[in-house]
C-alpha cells in the first residue's frame, strides 16, 4: 500500500546523481548567469554569443554525416565541420540548460533542456526555434492525470459492483496513486516549468520521444508540432527519473533510470514493460544494436545483454567512476565516459575492457566519433579529443569566426 505522495517522496529523498545525468546538474546551476540585472525568463531569453561557449559546460554531443554538434549549459549549442578542432556556435531562442540532442536525418534535429524544453532544427543544428516548455508539459499532465483519476474512479465503481474483494483492493490503490499524481501534477503547475528532459529519441522526422526527471514522458507523431504527455503508457508508477533511450530492434524501444529501470516497447513505444535488472542503482546511458545492449551507470556498473534484455551479464570495467555515456564506433569496439575523466575502451565482445583516466578532466557527460576517426568528449571542461587507443590529442581547440 502506498502511504505517501510523489511529492513527499521527492521532497525527503537525497537525490543520486539525477536530475541531468550526475552532479552536472549542480553544476550547470554553479554556471547560470544573466546578462541584465533585472530576472528574465530563460526560456523567452536567447543565448548569448560568446567565443567560449566550446570550453562551457556540455552535456551531450552527436555526429550527423561529417558533422558534429554539441549542446550544454546557457542554452549553447556548437557545431563542428572538422572533426572537432573548430567550432561555431548556433542560434537557439532559449539559455536554459540543454541536456541532449538527436538528429534522425542529416538536416532534422531535436535538443532537449531543462524546463521541459525542446528545440527543434531543419538545417543540420545551425539554427533552433522552440516547439514545447514546462508550462505546456505541466498543463498536459495535469490533463492526463485528471482523466487517469476519473478512469480509476469509474474502475473503482465496477469493481465494488462486482464484489471482488481482491478487484475492490487492486482499484483502491489505483484510485490512491492517481489521487497521488493529480496532486503533485498541480503543484508543478503552481511551481512553473521546473522539470528537465534528459533525452530525446526520434525514429524518423514525425515520430520521437522525450524523456525526463520523475517519468516525464511525451511523445509526438508530427515531427513536434504537437507533444503528447505518454507517461500513462510507462510500467513507472513511481516516476522514477528516466535518463536513457534508443531503438533495439525494428519497433523495439529500451529506456533505463534510476534504481535500476528498465523499460522495453516492443510496439514503437505504444506500450511499455518493466525488464528485471541486474542492479538497483541509477543508469544513466545505454547502447543497443538490436538485441545486443549495454546499460551502465553508477560507480562504473556496466551490464551486457545478447537476448534484449533477458539476460545480463556483468561487464567488470575496473573503475567505480560513474558511465554517463557511449558511442559504437565504426570498428564495432565501444567508447564510454564517466566521471573523474573515467574513459573505457571496449571490445567487440565487452570483454577485457581498457580503463583510462583522463588528466585533468573531472567530469565527461557524452561522446562521439568524428569524422577523422579521433573521439571528440563533452563535459564540465567543454570539448576534448583523444585517438582510438584514448590518448588526448594536443590540438588546440578553437571556436570559429561566424556571423552569428
Known amino acids: 500500500m502506498r502511504f505517501h505522495s510523489i511529492r513527499n517522496r521527492i521532497v525527503t529523498a537525497v537525490p543520486q546523481l539525477t536530475l541531468i545525468k550526475s552532479a552536472l546538474f549542480a553544476l550547470s546551476l554553479m554556471f547560470t548567469t544573466f546578462s541584465h540585472a533585472q530576472w528574465q525568463d530563460p526560456l523567452e531569453t536567447p543565448a548569448l554569443s560568446t567565443d567560449r561557449a566550446h570550453e562551457s559546460l556540455l552535456l551531450d554531443i552527436t555526429r550527423i554525416a561529417s558533422r558534429l554538434v554539441a549542446v550544454g549549459a546557457h542554452g549553447h549549442i556548437v557545431y ?3 572533426s572537432g578542432k573548430s567550432w561555431r556556435q548556433a542560434r537557439t531562442p532559449s539559455s536554459v540548460t540543454l541536456t541532449a540532442v538527436y538528429f534522425p536525418s542529416a538536416t532534422m534535429g531535436w535538443a532537449v533542456g531543462h524546463d521541459g524544453l525542446i528545440l527543434h532544427s531543419s538545417d543540420a543544428g545551425e539554427t533552433w ?4 516548455d514546462g508550462y505546456l508539459a505541466n498543463r498536459a ?7 487517469n483519476k476519473e478512469l480509476a474512479i469509474a474502475d473503482l465503481d465496477k469493481a465494488k459492483n462486482s464484489g471482488d474483494l481482491t478487484s475492490i483492493d487492486n482499484a483502491e490503490m489505483h484510485l490512491e496513486n492517481a489521487t497521488y499524481a493529480l496532486e503533485d501534477a498541480q503543484y508543478d503547475k503552481k511551481s512553473g516549468s521546473t522539470k528537465p528532459f534528459l533525452d530525446v529519441w526520434f525514429y524518423d522526422a514525425k515520430i520521437g520521444y522525450a524523456v525526463g526527471a520523475y517519468g516525464m514522458a511525451f511523445h509526438t507523431r508530427d515531427g513536434g508540432k504537437s507533444w503528447i504527455d505518454w507517461s500513462s503508457h510507462l510500467e513507472n508508477s513511481d516516476r522514477l527519473h528516466i535518463n536513457g533511450l534508443t531503438m533495439v530492434g525494428p519497433r523495439s524501444l529500451m529506456l533505463v533510470g534510476e ?16 525488464l528485471p535488472s541486474p542492479y538497483e542503482g541509477s543508469y544513466f546511458g545505454i547502447m543497443a544494436k538490436a538485441d545486443n545492449v549495454l546499460v551502465f551507470g553508477l560507480r562504473g556498473n556496466l551490464y551486457h545483454s545478447v537476448d534484449g534484455g533477458i539476460q545480463w551479464e556483468k561487464v567488470y570495467t575496473n573503475s567505480e567512476q560513474t558511465l554517463m555515456a557511449g558511442v559504437a564506433k565504426t570498428d564495432k569496439t565501444s567508447v564510454l565516459v564517466g566521471n573523474g575523466g573515467s574513459v573505457i575502451l571496449l571490445n567487440r565482445r565487452s570483454e577485457d575492457p581498457k580503463s583510462i583516466i583522463l588528466p585533468g578532466r573531472t567530469t565527461s557527460a557524452s561522446v562521439a566519433q568524428a569524422p577523422d576517426g579521433s573521439i571528440v568528449i563533452v563535459g564540465e571542461a567543454g570539448v576534448e579529443r583523444i585517438d582510438v587507443n584514448g590518448a588526448v590529442i594536443n590540438e588546440s581547440i578553437t571556436m570559429a569566426e561566424g556571423d552569428f
Not at 141 to 147: D, N, T
Open 80 to 82: 563542428s565541420d572538422d
Open 259 to 274: 534504481q535500476g529501470l528498465i523499460l522495453r516497447s516492443d510496439d514503437m513505444g505504444a506500450n511499455w514493460r518493466a
Open 129 to 132: 526555434v522552440k516547439q514545447f
Open 141 to 147: 499532465i495535469v490533463k492526463g492525470a485528471r482523466a
